[in-house]
């Protein structure tokens, strides 16, 4: 088993910034892929970022390309996702995810996904 839990989600301004993290423990041999994926009141959830933890390739979804980084202290089994120039449309309930296989140059889906973090929820007023 792995437990993932998140922090660092807030109310921020719209063309503000906020870093998530993500602290695994447990089995954490079995999270070899980690990635974020976020939620929205009424919505599917959705892929946002993934990094294989092997070789640290990244991969994200477009609406965030450039605006969103992943990435990871190995000493601390934590992911982060550095959130800036954000806008209204990235509110969310934004959940840590973990995969037991190695896996890149694809977005995640929801089944690649064996662990889930609570989730944290952040807040983009306009």
């Known amino acids: 088993q792995v437990q993932l839990v998140e922090s660092g989600g807030g109310l921020v301004q719209a063309g503000g910034s906020l870093r998530l993290s993500c602290a695994a423990s447990?089995?954490?041999?079995?999270?070899?892929?980690m990635g974020w994926f976020r939620q929205a009141p009424g919505k599917e959830r959705e892929f946002v970022a993934a990094?294989?933890?092997?070789?640290?390739?990244?991969y994200y979804a477009d609406s965030v390309k450039g605006r969103f980084t992943i990435s990871r202290d190995s000493a601390k089994n934590t992911v982060f996702l550095q959130m800036n120039s954000l806008k209204p449309e990235d509110a969310a309930a934004y959940y840590c995810?973990?995969?037991?296989?190695?896996?890149?140059?694809?977005?995640?889906?929801?089944?690649?996904?064996?662990?889930w973090g609570k989730g944290t929820l952040v807040t983009v007023s306009s």
């Open positions: 447990g089995r954490t041999t079995s999270r070899n892929t």
């Open positions: 995810a973990a995969a037991s296989r190695s896996i890149d140059y694809r977005p995640l889906t929801l089944r690649d996904i064996d662990y």
């Open positions: 990094m294989r933890w092997s070789n640290g390739n990244t």
